[in-house]
């Protein structure tokens, strides 16, 4: 099983970016998808999950309003659009698959991805 994640990069305050997560070897539509991040100093923390058909999402409150998951299994991808960012938001961004939404957790993810660095400065 592999997760590709992408498309983190430098960004100002109140910039977008759009980050990609690759899927492959494993039967992505069968699989809650979710995302995690972990800031220097700080524990890995959740930030967003997804169904696996994309109907059902949750998001921490930290990034509610702001951060959009979505999926498209026709090309096994999984994504996270942040708007509005800010500094509290840099940090190194991790695709995960779990079978259940509920398993979207640190400790209970089945699958990592490899992380992808967002750095947002003022």
């Known amino acids: 099983v592999q997760l590709q994640a992408s498309g983190g990069g430098q960004v100002q305050a109140g910039g977008s970016l759009r980050l990609s997560c690759a899927a492959s070897?494993?039967?992505?539509?069968?699989?809650?998808m979710g995302w995690f991040r972990q800031a220097p100093g700080k524990e890995r923390e959740f930030v967003a999950h997804?169904?696996?058909?994309?109907?059902?999402?949750r998001y921490a409150e930290s990034v509610k309003g702001r951060f959009t998951i979505s999926r498209d299994n026709a090309k096994n991808t999984l994504y996270l659009q942040m708007d509005s960012l800010n500094y509290e938001d840099t940090a190194i961004y991790y695709c995960?698959?779990?079978?259940?939404?509920?398993?979207?957790?640190?400790?209970?993810?089945?699958?990592w991805g490899q992380g992808t660095q967002v750095t947002v400065s003022s």
């Open positions: 997804i169904s696996w058909s994309g109907t059902s999402v």
């Open positions: 995960a698959a779990a079978p259940h939404p509920d398993s979207i957790t640190v400790i209970r993810t089945k699958y």
């Open positions: 070897g494993l039967p992505f539509s069968s699989y809650a």
